[in-house]
């Protein structure tokens, strides 16, 4: 003879189960955003020749979420006023 489990009501064993689906939805279509960010940074940088694009997009494509954190970690950005002095000279002349 089969016993249902204490406390579960026997016919509600799935009423979970549309709850776990759309979360699982809901971190899909959000990873799958940060993908497609991602892909679209790697292709508006000009400090990137093509070679490095190309790898960079090949890393992002097939580690996904985890690619993406990798190529924004890893990635070399010269944050604004710092490196190339916004154009002025600051020589010793």
Same mark, same amino acid.
């Given at each position: 003879?089969?016993?249902?489990? =204490? %406390?579960?009501?026997? %016919?509600? %064993? =799935?009423? &979970?189960?549309? /709850?776990? =689906? #759309?979360?699982?939805?809901?971190? &899909? *279509?959000?990873?799958?955003? /940060? *993908? /497609? /960010?991602?892909?679209? $940074?790697?292709? @508006?940088?000009?400090?990137?020749?093509?070679?490095?694009?190309?790898?960079?997009?090949?890393?992002?494509?097939?580690? #996904?979420?985890? %690619?993406?954190?990798?190529?924004?970690?890893? !990635?070399?950005? +010269?944050? @604004? &006023? @710092?490196? $190339? +002095? +916004? &154009? @002025? $000279?600051?020589? !010793? +002349?």
């Amino acid at each position: 003879m089969w016993f249902m489990p =204490m %406390g579960m009501p026997m %016919g509600f %064993g =799935m009423m &979970g189960f549309p /709850i776990f =689906m #759309g979360l699982f939805f809901i971190i &899909g *279509i959000a990873i799958f955003i /940060i *993908i /497609i /960010i991602a892909i679209v $940074d790697i292709l @508006k940088r000009d400090d990137l020749d093509t070679l490095e694009k190309i790898l960079w997009i090949l890393v992002v494509w097939f580690l #996904g979420i985890i %690619g993406a954190i990798i190529y924004y970690l890893l !990635s070399k950005r +010269n944050p @604004k &006023g @710092k490196g $190339d +002095n +916004n &154009g @002025k $000279d600051t020589g !010793s +002349n």
